[in-house]
């Protein structure tokens, strides 16, 4: 493997704002300076970290304190990773089984408000302390995917359901903290094979984003994102109206040839479309700015994304390297596959600057 340095280098990126004046007339001016400062990589092609035993960078999140969780998907004795807020191994855990505290493949690892780890594994969920210390697991089925602790009194629930016409529902669902349900917020739908002609390759997905105070969730098939309370009361939809982005004849060749692996009869049944969905990913950051994520992608590993305020309005764009962002604490934690195929995590300490 080779082994790289760690340098700190400072991204500067501009961030337009469209304001309204006082005449019908829009203009465009530069309002805002959006500030990155590179403070840290956790590179899983670096010799250290390999030595760790964190071979693979899967679901992460962070907690109060600044400490990073990550569950190394392609663990051979540790599945859970936690690193300080320098990089530094604190503790690792969950080896492979059937038994308390351990996994089969963690699908999902969420840092509650509490700064408990809640990590959702195949009919279960496993808590654990922030120090790595096992709480408690609980089952969980109703075709459960993923559980989103809110507070202490409701609980967020990604599901997968199968529906009369064989179809696949995805749902949103507001639930109790004992995940009685309460509330479908949002879903999203996946013909059958059975009973649709063609498939498209690039199915009608629904995001979800849980803030400190809100849940955001946005279906696929339209450029609109839903609000909601923690009782799940609907606060506002926020609307854009967006330029379709084509597939490129890169990313055509690419769905291409990820059909190869199936039966001729079951490639026939999918169909690549023209064009990408209206958005990718929903990160919002403490509460005050959402970040929708575009397929619009200006350099390879980078996305463009929107910026709203809390009103919903549109207030900017940004480019952002990373498959998967996280906003948490001053901070953007940004996960990208290199072109060596390792994964790396790469943490910046975030800045607004007034104009100038």
């Known amino acids: 493997m080779r082994k790289s340095g760690f340098c700190k280098t400072a991204i500067i990126l501009n961030i337009f704002c469209l304001l309204m004046c006082c005449s019908p007339k829009k203009e465009e001016v530069k309002a805002k300076l959006f500030s990155l400062e590179k403070i840290l990589s956790i590179d899983t092609e670096n010799n250290n970290i390999a030595d760790m035993g964190l071979t693979d960078i899967g679901h992460f999140d962070i907690d109060s304190e600044g400490n990073i969780f990550i569950a190394n998907l392609r663990a051979e004795e540790h599945f859970i990773f936690i690193l300080n807020k320098n990089g530094a191994l604190v503790s690792k855990f969950g080896g492979k ?5 351990e996994f089969f493949y963690p699908m999902e690892l969420v840092v509650s408000k509490q700064d408990e780890i809640f990590i959702t594994d195949k009919g279960k969920v496993a808590v654990f302390s922030n120090s790595g210390e096992f709480i408690k697991e609980f089952r969980i089925g109703n075709g459960y995917q993923k559980i989103i602790p809110l507070d202490k009194d409701r609980t967020l629930v990604i599901a997968v359901k199968l529906n009369e016409d064989l179809s696949q529902s995805f749902q949103v669902i507001l639930c109790s903290s004992e995940l009685e349900e309460l509330k479908i917020l949002d879903s999203s739908k996946i013909e059958s094979f059975k009973k649709s002609a063609k498939v498209n ?13 809100h849940i955001y ?4 098939d339209d450029y609109e994102i839903r609000v909601f309370d923690f009782d799940g009361r609907l606060l506002r939809n ?14 055509r060749k690419e769905y291409l040839e990820s059909l190869q692996k199936y039966p001729s009869k079951i490639k026939e049944r999918f169909f690549i479309p023209d064009v ?10 403490d509460d005050e700015w959402l970040f929708i994520q575009t397929y619009d992608e200006p350099l390879e590993g980078s996305f463009r994304y929107d910026i709203f305020d809390t009103s919903g309005k549109l207030i900017g764009k940004t480019v952002l390297e990373g498959y998967q962002v996280k906003l948490k604490g001053g901070r953007i934690f940004s996960l990208k596959e290199k072109e060596s195929g390792y994964k790396e995590l790469v943490v910046y300490r975030i800045s607004w600057d007034p104009p100038k």
């Open 217 to 220: 969730t946005g279906n696929t």
């Open 276 to 285: 990408f969905p209206p958005f990718k990913d929903i990160v919002s950051w």
């Open 201 to 213: 390759i690039i199915p009608t997905l629904v995001y979800w984003e849980a803030s400190d105070n």
């Open 97 to 101: 089984g059937q038994g308390p505290g």
């Open 238 to 251: 926020i609307k854009k109206e967006y330029e379709a982005v084509l597939l490129s004849d890169k990313k």
